[in-house]
């Protein structure tokens, strides 16, 4: 099949939430994960009608891209904006490290007393998942993938619109063969 690569994005920017407690959030990315704080905005805009004054901190990935939060001087805005995640392990932010990244991050998180339901670990086959929600409802994985990442990705790619459509047909037979 012939298909058509039309240029996208280059790579995540930044991913955002809204929190209720900034420093609570700087401590569990810069502190447990080891994601640096590398930006706080303190901010005064016309937004959706009315002047908003808040505070956009930036906790930053090795490729430049970030996690960034928000925080509104006014309680009023903040229970507007607040970001109303509603548990489930469907919605998260996943991040690619390496093992001995994932290892660090395990560690550190028991050490600062986080447990199961907040945190678990899970073999997908092609990659091995530690999930963790932070102090926002977000939950966050770390996934380390296989080592034959690159062979995988391909015969996945290669039959990605097959799939999908053997699945939309009502075939839902597993093709994950690395369990």
Known sequence: MNRTVTPGPIRLHHHATVT?????????YED???????ATWAEKDMLFGAERTYCHTFFALADGSALAFFQFADPADQALFKTDINFTP???????VDQGTQDAIRKRI????Y???DTFVLDHGYCVSLYITDPNGL???????HPDVEKISEERRSSAR???ARWLA??????????
């Not at 209720?20 to 569990?28: G, L, S």
């Not at 447990?32 to 590398?38: E, F, T």
């Open 139 to 145: 939950i966050v994985e770390f996934s380390v993938d």
């Open 162 to 164: 097959e799939d999908l």
């Open 20 to 28: 209720d407690d900034q420093e609570a959030t700087r401590a569990f």
């Open 90 to 96: 469907f919605r998260h932010v996943a991040l690619a």
């Open 115 to 117: 447990r199961e339901p």
């Open 170 to 179: 009502g075939d839902h037979t597993s093709n994950n063969t690395y369990r």
């Open 32 to 38: 447990v994960i080891g994601m640096p704080l590398v």
């Open 110 to 113: 028991h050490e600062a007393g």
